[in-house]
């Protein structure tokens, strides 16, 4: 690695968990203003759709899906898009946007979980440890709300745990069954049409219709942002990858954690009680743990993820024909 390098990669790591937790504040942004929740995520939808359309097109990379890879495309587009995007859309009238982002960042400490109740990795102590503290984090989290009343926000913090547990599935799908003839960018872009496509019906018969206003609104200018920083993230997430494989990518939820707190008390004031830090802390001790494991035992976690060969005369295959 050349000189400096290090701190570049940092750099664009800083960019990337930055970004993770401003979309949370997005989203409260545009449930506060009264936005169907539907309508916000078909709108964020379409524009991902047009934004990563446009770069396959650039690339010369439209392709004609085959039923694998819609199959695929589905079950990632639900668990990556939509259930966990509606899930903070709903909660985030109820809850703060720090609140929103120490929930999701549980994701990491869930997927842990996830492969080792399917005994797919080893057990070692510092999963364990990292299961731990990330449960202890939960119940600081869920104890505080634990009350059935009407008023409380227990089923609010509930509902919210429905992104982590689909994140934290999502990247073990992804990972575990990627088609190995489609390069990144048609991954992305095929997720972001099929999840496009599935809301549609929805957004149609449910949701409030949501209008341009000229005078660019708040909640409007928080649309547009959710789709930017969407966009940006996913490209960066990738170029790290691609550059470093997933050793500093790990450390994102760190990054994200601190970031959609700090984002809450910029943008709206916020406050949190003792219990809230001390998730927050137990949280970072886990985070901690599972990045540190994943250089430790993963053999191919340095392994840059190659994106599949074409011959130098055959350009990918179109969609027409």
Not at 144 to 172: K, N, Q, T
Not at 271 to 296: E, Q, Y
């Amino acid at each position: 690695m050349k000189p400096g390098a290090g701190l570049y990669y940092f750099g664009v790591l800083l960019t990337l968990g930055t970004a993770w937790g401003f979309q949370f504040s997005m989203l409260k942004v545009t449930s506060n203003a009264g936005y169907s929740e539907i309508g916000v995520l078909f709108i964020s939808l379409v524009g991902l759709t047009l934004l990563y359309g446009s770069c396959l097109l650039y690339r010369k990379q439209l392709f004609r899906p085959k039923a694998g890879h819609l199959v695929y495309f589905t079950i990632g587009s639900l668990l990556g898009y939509v259930f966990p995007v509606l899930a903070v859309l709903y909660a985030a009238h109820h809850l703060s946007a720090g609140f929103i982002t120490l929930i999701a960042s549980l994701t990491p400490v869930i997927t842990v979980c996830v492969v080792l109740l399917l005994k797919t990795e080893i057990v070692t102590p510092l999963r364990i440890w990292a299961i731990a503290f990330g449960m202890a984090a939960s119940l600081f989290v869920i104890l505080p709300e634990a009350s059935f009343d009407p008023d409380s926000r227990f089923l609010w913090v509930m509902v919210m745990f429905a992104a982590p547990l689909c994140y934290g599935i999502d990247s073990i799908y992804i990972h575990r069954y990627w088609p190995a003839d489609l390069s990144t960018l048609q991954v992305i872009a095929g997720e972001a049409l099929v999840a496009c496509i599935l809301v549609m019906p929805l957004f149609l018969l449910f949701s409030d219709p949501i209008a341009y206003d000229p005078g660019w609104p708040r909640g409007q200018w928080a649309i547009l942002l959710l789709i930017l920083c969407g966009a940006l993230e996913v490209m960066l997430f990738f170029y790290l990858v691609n550059k470093t494989g997933a050793v500093l990518v790990s450390f994102a939820s760190i990054i994200t954690l601190f970031s959609g707190i700090a984002w809450g008390i910029l943008l709206f004031a916020e406050t949190h009680p003792a219990t809230t830090w001390a998730a927050v802390g137990l949280l970072a001790i886990a985070l901690c743990l599972v990045a540190r494991d994943s250089v430790n035992h993963d053999p191919e976690i340095n392994r840059v993820r190659r994106e599949p060969d074409r011959p130098a005369d055959q350009s990918p295959t179109t969609l027409n024909g």
